[in-house]
């Protein structure tokens, strides 16, 4: 079982259920926690029956909402403390240090921190890092519209005395190029669609899929997204 760590302030439910989409379409089944503060997915994904705590299905992801930590989830689906998920893949989404303690993201498999580039999501997204027991390597994905060299010097200028090691590659999507409006359109029906959405939103959802999956060609990630695109 493999798990991931999406962490940072900016907004990253959707762009979260929407890999869990393509790599659910890839035959692995996936649980997605929301570990945030105000634990967004309670409102943008259908539950016949919310609860404080809950698990849901949305189309063939299970959606985590309320949990405090694994062996939480564990309790809630009859499985003892010992006991493995029946999960190929775990996306943990937070946006505060409780969560990032509570969920071990320190042991993930890889981590990413989100972020825009204005100052509350840089050093709030950056404040979840704190107390960090040991160095946390981490993929930036960056939301911005021109991508400039300066924004990005100086979010790390800002990691200067965390725990971080950033690697040297980074994930960028676009922050204005009309994805805002197909996922909002999206959240008013409870669909999942990918067909309106920007060739650079896809290409950034294409590149964390294929890191997730290794051993999957990109040949048939893409694939996925077209599959989904067509709405099958």
């Known amino acids: 079982m493999k ?8 907004d990253k439910t959707d762009l979260i259920v929407y890999l869990a989409k393509i790599l659910t379409v ?35 992801i299970d959606i985590a909402v309320g949990f405090s930590n694994i062996e939480d989830i564990k309790r809630y689906l009859g ?8 999960y190929d893949i775990i996306l ?11 969920f071990e993201l320190e042991t993930s ?19 979840v890092l704190v107390g960090a027991p040991k160095v946390v390597n981490l993929t930036k994905i960056l939301f911005s519209k021109e991508m400039l060299k300066e924004e990005d010097d100086y979010l790390n200028f800002l990691s200067l005395g965390y725990k971080v090691i950033w690697n040297e590659y980074r994930i ?19 669909k999942i ?7 650079q939103y896809k290409d950034g959802l294409a590149y964390l899929a294929e890191e997730i999956l290794s051993e999957v060609s990109e040949a048939n990630i893409r694939k996925a997204i077209k599959y989904i695109e067509k709405g099958v």
């Not at 089944?29 to 299905?57: E, G, H, S, W």
């Not at 669609?193 to 060739?199: E, G, M, V, W």
């Open 193 to 199: 669609k990918f067909k309106k959405l920007s060739i």
């Open 172 to 190: 960028y999507f676009p922050i204005e190029n009309g994805d805002l409006s197909v996922i909002y359109e999206n959240q008013r029906v409870a």
């Open 3 to 10: 798990k991931i760590g999406f962490i940072g302030a900016y």
């Open 26 to 60: 890839l035959k692995r089944k996936v649980l997605v926690v929301d570990a945030t503060i105000n634990q967004k997915a309670r409102y943008i994904v259908p539950a016949i029956n919310p609860t404080t705590c809950y698990v849901t299905d949305f189309e063939d």
């Open 92 to 102: 943990v989404d937070t946006d505060n240090t409780q969560g990032f303690h509570n």
């Open 109 to 127: 498999e890889k981590n990413y921190f989100v972020t825009s580039f204005d100052n509350y999501s840089l050093k709030k997204g950056l404040e």
């Open 79 to 86: 499985l003892a403390d010992d006991q493995e998920m029946e």
